[in-house]
């Protein structure tokens, strides 16, 4: 029996008449595209800071100075020991910052993975079982719908208490049905595919058209709502947290920080500027990555 050559020893001019394989441009569409490279290059530098928060951070985050209390950042005329400088309690600015990315990013990936759960799970049913199983969760997502989630994060987190464990379940438990609403369009459209009915004719169980058929042929619509929602999430944990009602003090937390400067901010507005300015960059990286991965992961991007 001949076997076929590798693909590694094709012949140059083999190669460009055969063109590049789907894996070779799937590579070619992710380094090529630009806003995908900056979202997740800016994501990646984020997550391994906030991983490696206790290396990295030049301070302890909660170790208080009042001595060294509202020392300017470097840029405005401060030391290079409190490179960002420190806050109301003298606490190290950078290392607060550093800390708090620890509690954004952990909100937003939990938070959006419990929902994606949920919603996508529904959402899928919806759309390919039909029936019953469409009306009961059609009428599950207007009834979520009708529900503020700022006023109901509020009310539950007040009733409960503000803990960053409340934060991520009342977060994940509202956020579904954004998920709910685009799965189950999206299993409308494929359910009909002539793949989808050559698996039914061949006899194969519903979880395996499900997994092998329909999900792979809706995941780019998944990935824009993952990256949308965990930066809602994030968003949404910084306005509770604003508020008062979030991730509880001594705890870094970057909508915390904006709270305890706001009182300081006509005298001392780097307090607000900075903790805003490093949040609107991680909410537009997430966006500008989820993006990149639905162009990159396309159906009629695929070869």
């Keep these: ?13 083999l190669q460009d008449i055969v063109g590049p394989t789907p894996g070779q441009q ?6 090529g595209h630009r806003g995908l490279m900056i979202g997740a290059s800016v994501v990646a530098v984020l997550l391994v800071i906030a991983l490696l928060a206790p290396v990295v951070a030049p301070h302890d985050p909660y170790a208080q100075d ?13 030391t290079w020991e409190h490179i960002l400088g420190t806050d109301h309690l003298g ?5 607060r910052l550093i800390y708090g990315a620890r509690v954004s990013l952990l909100i937003g990936f939990v938070a959006a993975l419990i929902s994606g ?6 959402g899928v049913a919806a759309g390919y079982f039909g029936g019953r199983t469409d009306a009961v969760v059609t009428f599950l997502i207007n009834v979520r719908l009708a529900m503020p989630v700022v006023l109901v994060a509020l009310a539950v987190v007040a009733i409960l208490g503000g803990s960053l464990q409340v934060v991520i ?12 609403v685009v799965m189950r369009a999206s299993t409308l459209q494929v359910r009909g ?30 990935i824009v709502v993952i990256t949308l929602e965990m930066a809602h999430a994030i968003l949404l944990e910084a306005t509770l947290s604003f508020l008062g009602l979030g991730v509880q003090p001594p705890t870094p937390s970057w909508g915390l920080m904006v709270s305890e400067g706001k009182n300081m901010m006509l005298f001392e507005p780097w307090l607000v500027l900075i903790p805003g300015a490093v949040l609107f960059v991680l909410v537009l990286a997430i966006n500008l990555m989820g993006d990149g991965l639905r162009d990159v992961t396309a159906p009629e991007n695929r070869s």
């Design 1 to 13: 029996m001949t076997l076929a050559p590798s693909t590694n020893n094709v012949d140059p001019l």
């Design 26 to 31: 799937l590579r070619r569409r992710f380094f």
């Design 66 to 78: 009042l001595l060294a209390r509202m020392k300017p950042p470097v840029f405005l005329g401060g």
């Design 91 to 95: 606490r190290d600015y950078l290392s």
């Design 117 to 122: 759960t949920i919603g996508t799970a529904m």
């Design 169 to 180: 379940g009342v977060l994940g438990l509202l956020l579904w049905d954004r998920f709910a």
């Design 193 to 222: 595919r002539e793949y989808v009915s050559a698996a039914q004719a061949i006899g194969a169980s519903t979880p395996r058209i499900l997994l092998s058929e329909i999900m792979p042929n809706i995941l780019n619509n998944l």
